[in-house]
């Protein structure tokens, strides 16, 4: 008989809930071992490589051997990089003590909410939300609010102020969002950026998807709203916009009595990101930038391959995504439970999809268009299939 012993697993870990995408990803994999042909249209991360300035610098830095640790808030060399990248894209300049350079953008959000928050305290954001917020927010001890838009993807800002209490220490922006792909009008930012300001709450702009964005949709520097950033946190990375998720590097911007507090943290926990990556992210970073142009006309392509893909479902609302390489579309007159409709599409269609319900909307699902475009129109012409019969 097989004796299990009673392992003591903290009561923190035991309420987080898993990565669904991740669990998703490998269901898929299994399936594929098995030698069915599923489509993945889960996936978070661009089909393109590196970009070369990366890969070569990459090489060059390992064939050195000389690969040890750096300042624990990121090397001299990468956050020079960011700062004339942050001058470029945000009409801003900073300095290297502003800067803290993180194992991807998702250290950064935790750094940030680690050093701001005590016990009790409030984080708001609306839905639908990127998986990770709540169970970061919580990690830190903090309660994640919920903000849902009474339509669309954006909620008022009368209804996010609303939100807002005496506990409450940061709001988060993302913009272009995932899971919708929607770019926040420049009214919310602005109203949300003056009122964070005026309250003396943090605004964190997650800006991971900044340049992914079609139709000449820029989403607005958020600077440009404040008299003082002392309050503004963004955060940003090279995972998705250089295609370089695997090499982990993100980086916040924020005050620098922030940016110390957030290093501490890190130099606890991962003294700092990989050199190897570091190296590699600057070379993007400085390099050219061609590559993220090309990235952007491809994953418009693809967005037009799925919505035209999806064209046949005539009971479905969708809102072409302004940008990232997210769809989330309202699926609820075919099934109105998320994680039972994804179910049935892995079953019986071998298509991979991620319910609503995880992004805080019951009722979508939303379907990445990150992959090949043969892959795409398969997917979709799948689920049409499955769906419309
Ligand atoms: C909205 C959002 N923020 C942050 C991240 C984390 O990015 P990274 O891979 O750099 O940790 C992701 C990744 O999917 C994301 O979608």
Redesign the pocket.
Known sequence: MLIISEMHISRLACELADSPTLALNAKAAQLREEGKPVIHLGG?EPLLPAPASAVEAGVARLGSGKIKYTAVSGSKKLKTAIAAYTAANYGREISPAEIVVSS????A?YNFLAAALDPGDEVVFPAPY?VSYPEMVKLCGGRPVIVRPKEGFEPSFDALKAAVTGKTRAIIL?SPN?PSGAVLSENLVAETARFCEKRGIYLVM?D?YHQLVFAGKRPPSCYKFVKDAAHVVVIN?V?KVYGM?GFRI?WSVSDKGLAAAMARIQGQITSCPSDLSQECAAAALNGPQDCVEQLRRSLLENRDTLLAGLAGLKKLKIRPPQGTFYCFADFSAYEPDSAKLCKRLLDNALVVTVPGREFGMEGFLRLSFCGGKQDIAEGAARICRELEN
């Open positions: 978070g991807g953008a998702k250290q959000l990127w993302n995932n997650d991971i990375g995972s998720t993100g």
